[in-house]
């Protein structure tokens, strides 16, 4: 059967974009709401895999996506260097903080074992979905889970994680290097479980000079596209680096992922014009859009879609759904892309 997510990652055009939604298993979702409140925090729904297969699904069948991306979280990979993850209701991740004497000892663990669950829950979803739909598997790239590490959480300013970089330049490159060794390891054994496109997750890539942008951003994302095609992993990887600006050009042409997500603030015509001729892109509305409903977003929706109509198109987000977007707001954004 044919996937039309995978055409489009190999540079085909077809008549109407595919869709997907990043973050489309979630809280928005009443079927979600329900499964969740059955485990005992989120790092066990995230680790159940009959459980985080069940949200995989759910948009699945509900909106009929052309993707469906595994349900887990970017913050799973700081668990095989051995630090501590958990959730508080609320308020969201919390870490242990991360300082640079930390660094010098931290170690990669089992990935296999600590994280197995996950490729369990690739499986799963894999053996379960419609024969035209595309498993999408994912991690969050290095820097930004090493913002979370040495933050302790979330920042809005990313202020001592970037303060890292230019006094300890040295940790910093070996905290990425580590984040981005244990992230081959993490997308091989869910390419291996069935994951049939591969997705990296910067949401903290904006705000930085250039030379910065290279070592933090490029370098540990080409490292982790270096690794996963030395270990024979060929699937169709998509880069985000939310926010790059015009440093999505850089990242296209220096880490080697074979497509681009862009986020909502990127100009769609400088990306067309600018990006490497034929690399399939993936976006870019609003999600507060989407929140509106209404003309606005069926106008938007036509606006992007004609907006990259002379590339080969993955229709998504500018960034994940949040969870007060009304569902029939989603259904009429799908209904609008199929015409």
């Not at 070592?215 to 030395?230: E, H, M, N, S």
């Not at 100009?267 to 870019?284: I, K, R, S």
């Not at 507060?288 to 990259?308: H, P, W």
């Amino acid at each position: 059967m044919t996937k039309i997510i995978l055409d489009v990652l190999n540079g085909v055009r077809p008549k109407r974009p595919p869709v997907w939604l990043m973050r489309q298993a979630g809280r928005y979702l009443p079927e979600y709401r329900q499964v969740r409140a059955t485990a005992k925090n989120f790092i066990d729904f995230c680790l159940s895999p009959e459980k985080a297969a069940a949200v995989t699904l759910q948009p699945i069948d509900r909106f009929g996506f052309d993707a469906a991306i595994l349900f887990a979280d970017i913050l799973l990979i700081p668990m095989t260097l051995g630090r501590k993850v958990w959730f508080e209701p609320g308020e969201g991740p919390r870490l242990d903080t991360l300082t640079a004497d930390d660094i010098r000892t931290l170690e990669i663990g089992s990935v296999e074992d600590i994280l197995g669950p996950v490729g369990e829950t690739v499986s799963i979803v894999s053996g379960r979905l419609p024969g035209t739909t595309t498993l999408i598997g994912f991690a969050g790239s290095p820097w930004t889970v090493a913002t979370y590490m040495i933050e302790g959480g979330g920042s809005k300013d990313r202020w001592n994680a970037r303060r890292m970089y230019w006094q300890h330049p040295e940790a910093m490159a070996r905290l990425l290097d580590l984040i981005a060794d244990s992230t081959v390891r993490y997308l091989v054994m869910q390419a291996r479980a069935g994951a049939e496109v591969l997705k990296l997750f910067d949401s903290w890539a904006e705000g930085m000079p250039p030379q910065m942008f290279n070592d933090v951003v490029i370098r540990p994302t080409k490292r982790i596209i270096d690794g996963l095609r030395a270990a024979g992993i060929d699937q169709p990887v998509i880069g985000f680096p939310k926010g790059a600006g015009i440093s999505y050009r850089r990242y296209a042409e220096q880490t080697g992922v074979t497509a681009l997500a862009l986020d909502h603030g990127l100009d769609a015509d400088w990306a067309v014009n600018n990006l490497p001729e034929g690399m399939p892109l993936q976006g870019q509305l609003d999600p507060a859009v989407l929140g509106a409903g209404g003309q606005a977003l069926d106008a938007e929706t036509d606006r992007i879609i004609s907006a990259f109509e002379s590339r080969p198109h993955i229709f998504n987000l500018g960034h994940g759904i949040t969870p007060d977007v009304p569902i029939e707001h989603v259904q009429q954004l799908v209904e609008r892309i199929r015409g």
